[in-house]
């Protein structure tokens, strides 16, 4: 069995980002239907692992497997002893006799690149600190969705340079998107971000004013502004992000965008309630799609479909 993983949205290529992609929407179209892909993994096993809370993640990971007719066994860290007495590498070369792939949801993205090295077989990133390519992969579609193409997207996110500013950002720039993530002084996207985006067909930028970045964009996305291990610093976090809230008055400088949000929102933080069930809010496709995007990843990493 192949031990490919997935810790970032660039461990597959562009065109195989695009063949996911095109799989995402059939499946999607092809939902509770008769087809092949619903036994796609009869007789696979995944073990999804968490160390952080999750709804979204954990949903749609269990369903998708389940749709594609294989079994979940769900672990955590507190019903293992992964950092408490055993090593990542261990746990993951041990998990890996059992099952067919380990979807793993961590803090540090050393401990996923730790699994990869020893369990023979898929690990998929399901988000750490530094990156959430399943998110990305959520992203690209329903962009695709709303403005059927991606390249030549002008595609602007507000808010701190975090993991998913990284994936969606990366993952579209190499899809041929124009980037742009605004973000207070210090809190911009990672400079290996920056580095990694050279030579991609389109381009990602870093801007320090929201509304100069949001001018004429084809999508405004923004995330929460206290991220889950955050929270002792969340008072500086809220006044640093005041002012790259996602707003009337912001949304007026796009009056042809779809807004994005990865979810969980506090509403009147990073995003309005109105903004979030408005009519150019694609928030709930965006999520929905977590499910379709990750069905067709499993597919392709344990089927070769």
Known sequence: MSSRHYLTELDITTEESRELLSSARRLKRERGKTDASRSALTGKHVALYFEKPSVRTRTSFTVAVQELGGHVIELSSGSTKVGKGEHEEDFAKVVGRYVHALVARVFEQGKLEGMA?????????????????????ADAQTILEHKGRIEGIKFTFVGEGNNVAASTGLLLAALGAEVKVASPKGMSVKQDILAAAEGLEGSLVALEDPLEAAHDADVLYTDTWVSMGAESGAEAQRKALSAYRIDDAMLKLAPKAIVMHCLPAVRGEEITKEIMYGPQSAIWDQAENRLHAQKALLQWLLSGA
């Open 117 to 137: 090295r020893t369990a023979g077989i898929p690990v998929v990133n399901a988000l750490s600190d530094d990156r959430h390519p399943c998110q990305a992969l």
